[in-house]
Structure formats: structure tokens, C-alpha cells
Nanobody, 136 residues
């Protein structure tokens, strides 16, 4: 059973930093892309980054590039999102999501080399989200 569980959210002062965790289970992390999304009240869900995004790369949205680092620990089956220089506009519920990018069908290996990593519709599995509030 595929599961993703986010943790690490909370109240952070402007200019501060945080690290969110996405603990995964039920699948092999190497075979999946993990995306991070956020959704602020009244706004659409925004893709902010992805690791192992089909081509093995890590991608970031322009809105957070330079402030965000996504990493993964295959031994812990966990993906991390680190953000610094936080602003009130970063206040949102943060989600991690997973989509399969490598699968084996008989003797064949199918690999997804590219996809719209920023689109929520591309992901099959989602965590429950963790609230991040940036406020003084």
C-alpha cells in the first residue's frame, strides 16, 4: 500500500527556514518521482519542485528557485523539502505526491523521461499535507 506522510510544518517567522519531510512506504523510491506542492487558501495547488522527475533531475518552480532544495534519502525512504528566506506568501498547506516513472513489464523496463512535473494531475498518490504558516 503506497503511503506518503508529510511532517515538519508549523509556525515560522519571516526570514526563517524549515525542512519538511515526506516519509514514503509501499513502493521503491527510485522508481517514483516525488513532487512537492502547496496550496494557499483560495488559490490553486502549486507545484514547487520535484525529485527524480523522469529524467533523474531535480526541478524547481521559478517562484521558489534559489530558496528551495529537495533531496531524498533512499535508505530512509524519505524526501525532504528545505526552504529558506520564508515570506508570508509561503503560508500554505504543503503536500508531497508520487508518480511512477520506472516500471518493469516482463523483461522490459519502461522509463518516463519527461512529464509535466508541476501539474497535480500527473501524480497518483498524495500525502495528507502539513500546514506551514509564516508570520511574526
Amino acid at each position: 500500500q503506497v503511503q506518503l506522510v508529510e511532517s515538519g510544518g508549523g509556525l515560522v517567522q519571516p526570514g526563517g527556514s524549515l525542512r519538511l519531510s515526506c516519509a514514503t512506504s509501499g513502493f521503491t523510491l527510485d522508481n517514483y518521482a516525488i513532487g512537492w506542492f502547496r496550496q494557499a487558501p483560495g488559490k490553486e495547488r502549486e507545484g514547487i519542485g520535484c525529485v527524480n522527475c523522469g529524467d533523474g533531475a531535480t526541478n524547481y518552480a521559478d517562484s521558489v528557485k534559489g530558496r528551495v532544495t529537495i533531496s531524498r534519502d533512499n535508505t530512509e525512504n524519505t524526501v525532504y523539502l528545505e526552504m529558506n528566506s520564508l515570506e508570508p506568501d509561503d503560508t500554505a498547506i504543503y503536500y508531497c505526491a508520487a508518480t511512477e516513472v520506472r516500471s518493469t513489464v516482463g523483461p522490459a523496463v519502461r522509463v518516463t523521461t519527461s512529464f509535466d512535473w508541476w501539474a497535480a494531475s500527473e501524480y497518483e498518490y498524495w500525502g495528507q499535507g502539513t500546514q506551514v504558516t509564516v508570520s511574526s
